[in-house]
């Protein structure tokens, strides 16, 4: 059974920070594009960060460029998302997301997501 479970979110003061974590299993973690997703309420949900099977080449959405740090640990199957300099903007709903391929067939997993809320 696939399962990503999602931890660390919370009430935050802006210009904190949060570390969140996804824990995997039930597929081949390693083997798996690891995303983390957002979405905040009246809007669409959106990719804030990826990190690729294989090699280093991690994305961020533009407004998190610099304050946030996706990392993974295959031996631990588990994603972070280091989240500094925290504004109210980001508050949201964050979703960890994997994606790949298991016996030829294309897996898209979701978490049930973590509420992070940044405010005064």
């Known amino acids: 059974q696939v399962q990503l479970v999602e931890s660390g979110g919370g009430l935050v003061q802006p210009g904190r920070s949060l570390r969140l974590s996804c824990a995997a299993s039930?597929?081949?973690?390693?083997?798996?594009?690891m995303k983390w997703y957002r979405q905040a309420p009246g809007k669409e949900r959106e990719l804030v960060a990826a990190?690729?099977?294989?090699?280093?080449?991690?994305i961020y959405v533009d407004s998190v460029k610099g304050r946030f740090t996706i990392s993974r640990d295959n031996a631990k199957n588990t994603v972070y998302l280091q989240m500094k300099s925290l504004k109210p903007e980001d508050t949201a709903v964050y979703f960890c997301?994997?994606?790949?391929?298991?016996?030829?067939?294309?897996?898209?997993?979701w978490g049930q997501g973590t509420q992070v809320t940044v405010s005064a």
């Open positions: 990190s690729p099977a294989i090699g280093d080449s991690t």
């Open positions: 039930g597929f081949t973690f390693s083997t798996y594009a």
């Open positions: 997301n994997a994606v790949g391929v298991d016996n030829f067939r294309l897996n898209d997993y």
